[in-house]
């Protein structure tokens, strides 16, 4: 049950240390598969759909710079568009909460014809896991809530183990271990973002950019936003938005800025200094400290100056999950069960 909670959706964000640690807890068994694929492999696919797309975003960043294996990421909707290019050197990572999508479902099928394909699934059992030839078990627990939460972190965690072991990186792996504690940090913080969120409440539009590893986040604060408080978000990359949508930020408009420590920070720093001079009302999620930051924007959430940009995707999103939900609550809604959405896409 809910466990004192209002709701399953602010039960699963504070669950999500514990799915961290957990998933974590599978490293040994990441490593038979990785062993097993490497030096097999030149190239990489991954398929999936709504919030499991945005982390694979976050692997093909990932395995680019940590591996420089061509990684690309389809839509699982999508993928069939590309299947006359898979051949047996092609590894296809299917990323599902369920396990049970059907478009993710029907590219498995086709994937499997050609080449190699790892499912990284959190519900035991599902279909994905029988059909796949390699699985990685997120440790999440079951997601009750629509929104994916606890289990978008744990399929990070997944991804960040198999790209992590595949370059070899040992370092990112020790700072792995670390991501519990940093989530926590944010979650005792969470009144702030309570706070912030009450400006949403008549808001009918938002926007959320970011850079890098930060886009990914970006894509995905919005979704939350759009699917549980049913405000018109979206996620932008901060480069791409003189390409066009600066037309739309004026003042007021809300604009969430996502600028972690890293080699990013000063060209999204000028990306914020162009929106905060249309007038936007700027919400920047930084690091404690930057004070720069702080004097450019309206509001600012702030996280542990460790989190760099490389593992920002796990800690930043956070307190964007916050936001969502607590626009949602205080816009009378329920945040646990979306309108028009269902927990598990049955249908193509
Ligand atoms: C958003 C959300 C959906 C799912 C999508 C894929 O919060 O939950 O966008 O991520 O329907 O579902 P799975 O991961 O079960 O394949």
């Known amino acids: 049950e809910k466990g004192g909670y209002d709701h399953f959706m602010i039960k699963e964000i504070n669950e999500q240390s514990t799915a961290i640690k957990n998933t974590l807890n599978e490293k040994d068994k990441v490593k038979e598969i990785v062993d097993e694929v490497k030096g097999t492999i030149n190239r990489v696919v991954f398929v999936a759909c709504g919030t499991s797309y945005h982390a694979s975003l976050t692997g093909k960043y990932l395995i680019e710079s940590l591996v420089g294996i061509p990684t690309e990421v389809l839509l699982a909707s999508e993928f069939k568009y590309s299947a006359k290019a898979l051949n047996d050197k092609t590894l296809v990572i299917f990323i599902s909460q369920s396990g049970e999508t059907a478009d993710t479902l029907k590219a498995l099928d086709v994937a499997n014809e050609t080449s190699k394909t790892l499912a990284i699934v959190n519900v035991r059992g599902s279909s994905a896991t029988r059909r796949a030839d390699y699985v990685i078990q997120t440790q999440a627990g079951p997601e009750i809530g629509v929104a994916a939460t606890k289990t978008y972190v744990s399929q990070l965690v997944a991804i960040y183990l198999f790209s992590a072991l595949l370059g070899e990186d040992h370092e990112l792996l020790k700072r792995l271990e670390k991501v519990p504690d940093y989530i926590e940090e944010v979650l005792q ?146 945040p646990d069960k979306p309108k028009n959405l269902a927990k598990c896409v049955t249908v193509e």
């Open 189 to 334: 913080k969470r009144d702030e973002i309570k706070e912030i969120s009450k400006k949403y409440k008549r808001d009918k539009d938002a926007f959320f950019i970011g850079r890098g590893f930060s886009y990914p986040i970006a894509l995905e604060g919005a979704l939350k936003l759009k699917e549980i408080s049913y405000i018109h978000a979206e996620g932008y990359a901060a480069g791409e938005l003189k390409h066009g949508p600066i037309a739309l930020i004026d003042r007021n408009i809300p604009v969430v800025v996502v600028i972690p420590p890293g080699q990013d920070h000063k060209k999204i720093m000028s990306n914020l200094q162009e929106v905060k001079a249309r007038g936007a009302d700027v919400l920047g999620i930084g690091a404690v400290g930057d004070e720069d930051l702080i004097s450019e924007s309206d509001d600012t959430f702030l996280i542990n100056c460790d989190v760099d940009d490389i593992i920002a995707p796990l800690v930043y999103i956070v307190p964007l999950q916050l936001l969502s939900y607590h626009v949602s609550v205080i816009r009378e809604l329920d």
